[in-house]
């Protein structure tokens, strides 16, 4: 059984940093996407962060415009572990942030999977408060 665990999540003022940590379990995910999506108060569920591979030991991130520069995200297959660095936080990032990981392999291109249907499994999420 595939699981995703979150943790990381916490109340920070703004300007501070936290670091998420998803840890996958129940099968490898080295070869598919694993990205992080976050969803407000009475606000739809929306793209963090992803990942993309094409092979090797190279991946590729891409995160959403809103927090270009100030989130990192990361992987450590070894571990099956997706992590999302976030920095110079805002009250606008507080959220509740979801772990997802997708049930297909990378096909190979460039495209990156930004959408919620885009991804099979998900994980019960962490709460980040960003005070102001």
């Known amino acids: 059984q595939v699981q995703l665990v979150e943790s990381g999540g916490g109340l920070v003022q703004a300007g501070g940093s936290l670091r998420l940590s998803c840890v996958a379990s129940?099968?490898?995910?080295?070869?598919?996407?694993m990205g992080w999506f976050r969803q407000a108060p009475g606000k739809e569920r929306e793209f963090v962060a992803t990942?993309?591979?094409?092979?090797?030991?190279?991946?590729?991130?891409k995160v959403n415009d809103s927090v270009k520069g100030r989130f990192i995200i990361a992987r450590d297959n070894d571990r099956n572990t997706v992590f999302l660095q976030m920095n110079s936080l805002k009250p606008e990032d507080t959220a509740v942030y979801y772990c997802?990981?997708?049930?297909?392999?990378?096909?190979?291109?460039?495209?990156?999977?930004?959408?919620?249907?885009?991804?099979?499994?998900w994980g019960q999420g962490t709460q980040v408060t960003v005070s102001s």
């Open positions: 997802a990981a997708r049930e297909a392999p990378y096909s190979g291109g460039t495209n990156y999977y930004a959408g919620v249907d885009d991804y099979d499994y």
């Open positions: 129940g099968r490898s995910f080295s070869s598919n996407a």
């Open positions: 990942t993309r591979w094409t092979g090797g030991k190279v991946y590729y991130g």
